[in-house]
């Protein structure tokens, strides 16, 4: 299958880059290299590094890009970010982007098991290999298995869940998509099932952040992006749920904060300047949310580097 995604705020994104014709850019999570081609067509001497963990991203990033000498294709996780830019011989970098949501292609494509609409073996590993999903749900205890559903899905109904889980493995293995999806309805009430979507979306989020380590790999690489940064770039990230943009908000109101002085002091005596300036969060357009239903949640969130 061809490897297809539909770009969320594409035009938002590059613009909030300001792409520099002679600048460096980093894109984390390429995918499918919408966001990188639009990139690409403000360059002229610039540079493009396309990082993404996925083989099936890898193979189609090649292929869209086979030629182009201004372009790096890097199969690994954005969380080696440093590692990726010294061996290039970088010390920093004009902009960075991060698209945060899961692909079309691996949304669509069910034998990756990342959706709960088709039967698929129980996968979700967005790099194809290491812990599946299967294997948490098979082995982890209920109350670890509890914990996940509760953190990384935001699910009140968590517990329960949880114990059914555990109840339905302890007959058999639970090994495919639709299985699970059936078995986590039998742990949320009915009247609950009937109302915020699909009732398998809290906890197949959850399971597929714990698969792939998202929110921890978020929270300690945010840094080492604008840390990448030259004085004036930009970082820029999509996110598409409460957590993790959560957390994008957080690390960018610390970068932008300056004075840390208790507000009883006459005069600043800590020295602390701002090293970010925070640019307005963006939302899909009504006609983006119509045309693309998986944008909906999307918010942009970008910060200029003030010093370093």
């Not at 945010?222 to 770039?233: P, Q, R």
Request: glycine fraction near 8%; proline fraction near 4%.
């Amino acid at each position: 299958m061809e490897f297809h995604h539909v770009s969320v705020l594409l035009n938002e994104t590059v613009a909030s880059l300001q792409v520099r014709p002679d600048g460096v850019y980093v894109d984390c999570t390429a995918g499918a290299g919408g966001h990188s081609a639009a990139v690409l067509e403000r360059l002229e001497r610039g540079k493009l590094i396309c990082i993404d963990q996925d083989p099936d991203a890898i193979a189609a990033l090649n292929a869209r890009f086979r030629g182009d000498a201004r372009v790096t294709v890097v199969q690994s996780n954005f969380s080696r970010l440093q590692e990726i830019l010294g061996a290039l011989g970088l010390e920093s970098v004009s902009g960075i982007f991060a698209d945060l949501g899961v692909s079309s292609h691996q949304l669509d494509t069910a034998g990756r098991g990342f959706s709960f609409h088709a039967d698929a073996p129980l996968d979700m590993r967005m790099s194809q290999s290491g812990q599946s999903a299967a294997d948490l749900v098979n082995t982890l205890p209920q109350e670890a298995l509890a914990q996940i559903i509760f953190r990384y899905g935001e699910e009140r109904f968590a517990r329960s869940i949880a114990k059914r889980i555990v109840e339905e493995r302890s007959v058999k293995p639970i090994e495919t998509t639709l299985e699970l999806a059936e078995i986590i309805k039998t742990g949320i009430p009915a009247k609950a099932r009937r109302t915020g979507g699909h009732p398998a979306r809290r906890t197949f989020q959850a399971l597929r952040i714990a698969v792939n380590g998202e929110l921890d790999v978020l929270e300690t690489t945010l840094n080492e992006m604008f840390d990448a940064l030259e004085v004036g770039g930009r970082l820029s990230v999509i996110t598409f749920h409460s957590l993790e943009d959560r957390i994008v908000k957080q690390k960018m109101q610390q970068w932008s904060k300056g004075c840390t002085c208790p507000p009883e002091f006459p005069v600043c005596v800590c020295g602390n300047t701002p090293r970010a300036r925070v640019l307005k969060a963006v939302a899909p357009s009504e006609k983006e949310a119509e045309e693309n239903p998986r944008a909906r949640s999307a918010r942009l969130r970008s910060a200029e580097k003030l010093r370093m």
